[in-house]
């Protein structure tokens, strides 16, 4: 059974700071991997999505990186805003050819202070 | 598009109660999701439809729990009878096929339930 964790379960950092979110994978044989957003009392937010074939996704401000191999992800973060608090997500797919079983991980709360 | 709707946005009832959640995911997308979110278990996907077929309802807790896709654009969660520990925020989700094989899968605003 794939098991999800993102460590540390909680970040507080001052404005400006680059940050790394992390996330670690007990079974390797995933389909792809996505980190969401979700902002307290809405719905999640998709923020990157990476294939099993690729090594790293970036959009604007996020780097995404997944290391299949060795069970992990990381989310890069730069010149963090107050607007970035949040909590964060990584889930992943199984190899099941098209099946979309997504196990969620346990999310990482960050808070970005002014 | 008005996005994953999902109704109510907030429901308390009594223990026994049914309870019935309401999802209509936007529109063109063939696969629908119900996930449940707690502080213990994290967010766990209860049922998966494709073409609205449920394709996987292992996650689905106990007899209580009953979800049905009568068509593309509406689909239900049916809790009978409710009880203290359903207590939880449930979300709806849709997905699109992109190019490669992938999906993306976009949540609606979910259901805070409440059983007392």
């Known amino acids: 059974k794939q098991e999800v964790t993102q460590i540390p379960a909680a970040l507080s950092v001052p404005e400006g700071e680059n940050l790394v979110l992390n996330c670690s994978f007990t079974d390797s044989a995933i389909y792809n991997l996505q980190w969401f957003r979700q902002d307290p009392g809405k719905g999640l937010t998709s923020l990157l999505l990476?294939?099993?074939?690729?090594r790293e996704q970036t959009s604007g401000r996020l780097n995404a990186s997944l290391d299949k191999s060795s069970g992990r992800s990381t989310l890069y973060i730069a010149a963090s805003q107050p607007g970035d608090s949040a909590t964060y997500l990584c889930a992943v797919s199984p190899i099941s050819g098209g099946y979309q079983k997504v196990t969620f991980g346990t999310g990482t709360k960050l808070q970005v202070i002014p | 598009d008005a996005g994953v709707i999902q109704s109510p946005r907030h429901e308390v009832t009594e223990m026994g109660q049914e309870v019935t959640l309401r999802c209509k995911p936007i529109s063109g997308h063939n696969s629908l999701f119900w996930y449940r979110q707690t502080m213990m278990r994290g967010l766990e996907l209860l049922i998966y439809f494709n073409n609205n077929v449920p394709i996987d309802d292992s996650g689905m807790p106990e007899d209580r729990f009953s979800a049905k896709m009568p068509n593309a654009s509406f689909s239900t969660l049916k809790i009978q009878p409710s009880e203290p520990r359903d207590s939880a925020v449930y979300f709806c989700?849709?997905?699109?096929?992109?190019?490669?094989?992938?999906?993306?899968?976009?949540f609606g605003p979910g259901t805070r339930l409440t059983v007392t």
């Open positions: 990476i294939q099993s074939s690729q």
């Open positions: 989700a849709s997905s699109l096929r992109l190019a490669g094989g992938n999906y993306e899968q976009y």
